[in-house]
Every structure is written in C-alpha cells, then in structure tokens.
C-alpha cells in the first residue's frame, strides 16, 4: 500500500484481556517503530525493527508487551494481560532505512491503533 | 529536565498573522529535527526537517534552528483556519542513533 497501515484502528479491550495490534509499513522500508500517545501527550518510543531485528525495546512499558516483525515487514506489538494505565493509541512509523540522508531518516506514522482497556 | 520541551499552549493567533512555536532540547548532541502536525484524532505528518543552523522555507513554513541555543522554532505564515492543529517537535538525540524523542506538542489556534 501507500502508506503505514494499522489494525486494529479502535479495540476496546477488558482489562486483563490480551491484545494483538498489526503494522503494514510502507512498501520497501527497512525500519520500523512503534510509539505509545496518551492523550495530550507527544509519541514516547517503544520499539525499533530494522528488517526483523528488534535493536531497541527500551522503550516497552513492562515484560506484558512484546513486539515482532519476522520476516522484516509486518509488525505484531502485544500487549498481555492489558491493563487501564495501557489505554492510548499505539503508531506505527517506517523509514526507508537509517542513515545520515534527509530521506532515509524521515519517518512515516500510520493511523494508529485506538485501545481503550475497560 | 524533559529532552524536549514545548509550550503546551494553546497558542491562539488571529487568521493572516504569523504563529511562532518553540522547543528547546536538552541533547547538545542532537542533529536532526522535525515538525510534525497532528489534527485531532489522526497521527502526525511530517511538515519539515532541519539539520543546519539557520533558516529552511517551505511555503508558508519556516523552520529556525539554533544548536548553540539548543532551540528550534517553526513559524507559519499568513496563518489560516485550517493550521489549527497540534506541532509537535522532534529530535533525533545524538549522532548515529535513530529514537525520535517528541515533545508534548503545542496546540495551535487560528481564529477566523
């Protein structure tokens, strides 16, 4: 496609329920991220891929969540056993790759996944 | 001490003004820098990068940075209704890395 694309767009989870949220990054990109935004707040890192290895999970809240991409293009971010405090709305981004270039860099979101956790 | 910081605002301008926004970040290593806009309910897009010194025109859009200050500022032009949205700051921290680290974002008003 086009564009980054996500899914679920809105899930409503109760809490203690496990969730599975899907990345479809832009065709052709080597990288690819996924941020968490509560509301009124900016993106906060979670995770980086760069084709299927994960290089960064510093940024994942708690062991509850786990991201994969296996074969360095569709991406899972899972979030067991989920809790209210993980109610946000979860993006994914991909660049082309990573480098020092202005096009390499620049990043691109998907509509992002709407999880409410009642 | 937040990486980057923004006023939270809202930032209310009148429609054909200039609206300036701010950020400051606290990685002197830093070297890459973007605005992003976000509408409520939908996710960023980017809207410029810089990473020299300077000024870079895009349209109606100025990005401004300041290494020595740490400060990078967007200013749009002859302001309409349909800026009104959230800018969000962005800041690749460090040489060599890859975490984009926002701020909260400033939310901006143009007023008809």
């Known amino acids: 496609g086009a564009g980054v694309s996500q899914s679920p767009r809105y899930k409503v989870a109760k809490r203690g329920q496990d969730v599975a949220l899907r990345c479809d990054p832009i065709s052709g990109h080597v990288s690819l991220f996924w941020y968490q935004q509560a509301l009124g707040q900016g993106p906060e890192f979670l995770t980086y891929f760069q084709n299927e290895a994960q290089l960064d999970k510093s940024g994942l809240p708690s062991d509850r969540f786990f991201a994969e991409r296996p074969e360095g293009s569709v991406s899972t971010l899972k979030i067991q056993r989920t809790q209210q405090e993980d109610s946000a709305v979860y993006l994914c981004?991909?660049?082309?790759?990573w480098g020092q270039g202005a096009l390499e860099n620049t990043i691109y979101f998907g509509e992002g996944s709407w999880l409410t956790v009642v | 001490q937040k990486e980057v910081e923004q006023n939270s605002g809202p930032l209310s301008v009148p429609e054909g003004a200039i609206a300036s926004l701010n950020c400051t970040y606290s990685?002197?290593?830093?070297?890459?820098f973007f605005w992003y806009r976000q509408y409520s309910g939908k996710s960023p897009e980017l809207i410029m990068s810089?990473?020299?010194?300077g000024d870079k025109e895009d349209g109606r859009f100025t990005a401004q940075l300041n290494k020595a200050s740490q400060y990078v500022s967007l200013l749009i032009r002859d302001s309409q209704p349909s800026d009104s949205a959230t800018y969000l700051c962005?800041?690749?921290?460090?040489?060599?890395?890859?975490?984009?680290?926002f701020g909260t974002g400033t939310r901006l008003k143009v007023l008809a």
């Open positions: 962005a800041v690749i921290t460090g040489s060599g890395t890859y975490k984009y680290i």
């Open positions: 810089i990473y020299s010194n």
């Open positions: 990685d002197r290593g830093s070297q890459s």
């Open positions: 981004a991909s660049s082309l790759a």
